[in-house]
């Protein structure tokens, strides 16, 4: 790997990570007191996770729907894009475990779908490298689209039912279309491949 590209992947990284950052700083300088600052990490390392998580979804088709240097550089860095979204999810994680460990305790039956979608985050984490992609097969890509869909299914559902919660109407009302869109647009990619 030469040193332009490893730059380039640090830069990725970096990105991640800022990323997170200002989400947590965000909720510190936002929330009075310390359950507020749990409470908004959680929520906003959520949301940077879903903009890395768009990234991540559109990187491949975004080639088909829009071929220019920025969405080919995108598409050959996939792999990096989806460990850099992996990481902010950690650290969403790691936000949630304390909102919920110390702040607002749940049941441990409302935890099971964030508890498959963490599974298959670290899965594709896990496998993503050229040693487990030749080991699997065609299971890695089976693997790699399901986790990817899982993924989005989990934001689908969590954006759409604050629709219907008062006080989380603007924050589904502003995400809900995004990830509508994201279907739309990976949908017209495919089509237009299928030409």
């Known amino acids: 790997m030469g040193r332009g590209q ?17 989400a947590i700083g965000a909720a510190f300088l936002l929330a009075p007191d310390t359950s507020g600052r749990a409470l908004l990490a959680a929520r906003y390392t959520a949301r940077a996770g879903f903009i890395a998580f768009c990234v991540v979804y559109l990187a491949g088709p975004g080639v088909k729907l829009w071929p220019n240097r920025l969405t080919r550089w995108l598409a050959r860095r996939r792999r990096h894009l989806g460990l850099a979204f992996a990481l902010v999810m950690a650290i969403h994680l790691v936000a949630l475990a304390i909102n919920v460990g110390w702040f607002r305790p749940r049941t441990p039956e409302s935890m099971i779908g964030g508890g498959i979608t963490y599974a298959f985050i670290f899965a594709l984490a896990l496998t993503s490298t050229d040693a487990a992609q030749r080991r699997m097969g065609k299971w890695w890509r089976r ?15 969590s954006y759409f039912s604050r629709l219907f919660q008062a006080d989380y109407m603007t924050t589904g009302a502003v995400f809900a279309p995004v990830v509508m869109l994201l279907i739309v647009l990976r949908l017209r990619a495919r089509s237009a491949l299928a030409r």
């Open 6 to 22: 490893a730059s380039g992947l640090g830069r990725i990284y970096a990105a991640a990570i800022a990323l997170s950052a200002l």
């Open 143 to 157: 693997l790699h689209f399901i986790g990817l869909h899982v993924i989005l299914l989990t934001f689908t559902v």
